[in-house]
């Protein structure tokens, strides 16, 4: 079992919808990074979190500690909001461990 | 500014040579860091740098794999000889000093051993 865990691993929604990506670990941490990856590779990232929530114009990210687990929102979805968004927690140490990341794709 | 820069953005190598990726962090961060995505799998830590020095390379897979970060600026990822389970999409990241400072990314080079 990974110690980061992602679902939905494939999500297609209509543009304008709600969109919730999960992830839950298994691990202590020190930090939470939603990531974004779009076709063409490069990875950016959209959020650090270590506890509570965060916005970002559509993007919301939330982080319970107790029960290991956060979420990734976009509202009012677009096509461009089409990529792959990975979650990555931080340990003790610097290491990141990674999710294996959730395709979304947004269908005008 | 300038970002995370990688290169190559592709490399195409037989089994048995030798390449060298290349990453150019932002200037003034202290932390780089080198991950790779093989083919279906997570992507996965390789090591960490602070400054020149090699803070954790316990990711490194075998010592085919050579990183350096000579003066703690740029950082070469060498493999030698290239397998081919080493193809993939190796990621550079660099953040500022301390532990949960924010981290920039490169676009990867894809490195295909054939």
């Known amino acids: 079992k990974n110690e980061v865990e992602q679902s939905p691993q494939n999500l297609t929604a209509q543009e304008g919808e709600f969109i919730t990506i999960n992830c839950s670990y298994s691990?202590?941490?020190?930090?939470l990074h939603w990531l974004q990856q779009h076709p063409g590779g490069g990875i950016v990232s959209l959020f650090m979190?270590?506890?509570?929530?965060k916005k970002h114009g559509r993007l919301i990210a939330t982080i319970n500690i107790q029960e290991k687990h956060s979420s990734l929102h976009i509202t009012a979805s677009h096509p461009r909001d089409s990529a792959v968004y990975i979650c990555?927690?931080?340990?003790?140490?610097?290491?990141?461990?990674w999710g294996a990341g959730t395709k979304l794709i947004i269908k005008p | 500014e300038a970002g995370v820069t990688q290169f190559p953005s592709h490399s195409v190598i037989e089994k048995g040579q030798t390449v060298t990726l290349r990453c150019d962090p932002i200037?003034?961060?202290?932390?780089l860091y080198w991950y790779r995505r093989v083919m279906g799998k997570e992507i996965k830590f390789l090591l960490h740098?602070?400054?020149?020095?090699?803070?954790?390379e316990s990711g490194m897979p075998n010592n085919r794999f050579l990183a350096e970060r000579t003066g703690g600026t740029y950082s070469t990822l060498k493999v030698q000889p290239a397998e081919l389970e080493d193809s993939g999409v190796y990621f550079c990241?660099?953040?500022?000093?301390?532990?949960?400072?924010?981290?920039?990314f490169g676009q990867g080079t894809r490195l295909t051993v054939v």
């Open positions: 979190l270590s506890s509570g929530k």
């Open positions: 990241a660099s953040s500022l000093a301390g532990m949960n400072t924010e981290a920039f």
């Open positions: 691990v202590g941490i020190s930090a």
């Open positions: 740098f602070v400054k020149e020095s090699k803070q954790d």
């Open positions: 990555a927690v931080r340990g003790s140490n610097y290491q990141l461990i």
């Open positions: 200037s003034g961060h202290d932390n």
